[in-house]
């Protein structure tokens, strides 16, 4: 089946410092792809869509300059999380799907990255 | 939001069917239901996806009624491994396309 490769799954850094998390789509194209963000005990939450070769749409709420992402190649996409700072603490996640194959094609998802800023 | 209302917890014995109902009844005449799940600290996890058949695949039976205002997914002998949330999406348009919205799910506890 599809696979998404998420790196790392572990980070661990000082409050101010910036963090890239990549996401790769390993045996498909991903002509999309999506971050969200899980803090204990709650659901995802959508953070942002990206189209290859597009600029990302964020969701209500998400700072674009805090949280960069690019999608410059079918198979990766990276989040920056530009100044970290302790509320960024959390589960980050991302998820890629083929909308060129068929439409209704389900998204997969990484295993997710967690990160702590202390 | 979500366009899905699911339990917020179901219990299953070991070895018994897990019947996980799911209502979408704003879904529209194309669009699909997809089950994905999420075992502690991992990403969510494909299941199945359906329009208005009935599906199966090795993992799971999917059952959508007539109307396609309801859904239920069904593990057919639960194992302690499926203790898990599922989600029951429907995609939300987006520009370009769709994106999944997760809602609260629903937290199966498979019992010995």
Known sequence: ?118 | DAKTTQPPSMDCAEGRAANLPCNHSTISGNEYVYWYRQIHSQGPQYIIHGLKNNETNEMASLIITEDRKSSTLILPHATLRDTAVYYCIVRVANTGGFKTIFGAGTRLFVKA
């Not at chain 1, 409050?15 to 498909?28: A, N, P, Q």
């Not at chain 1, 079918?74 to 100044?83: G, P, R, W």
């Open chain 1, 1 to 118: 089946g599809a696979v998404v490769s998420q790196h790392p799954s572990w980070v661990i850094c000082k409050s101010g410092t910036s963090v890239k998390i990549e996401c790769r789509s390993l045996d498909f194209q991903a002509t999309t792809m999506f971050w969200y963000r899980q803090f204990p005990k709650q659901s995802l939450m959508l953070m942002a869509t990206s189209n290859e070769g597009s600029k990302a749409t964020y969701e209500q709420g998400v700072e674009k300059d805090k949280f960069l992402i690019n999608h410059a190649s079918l198979t990766l996409s990276t989040l920056t999380v530009t100044s970290a700072h302790p509320e960024d603490s959390s589960f980050y996640i991302c998820s890629a799907r083929d909308g060129r194959t068929a439409p209704n094609q389900p998204q997969h998802f990484g295993d997710g990255t967690r990160l702590s800023i202390l």
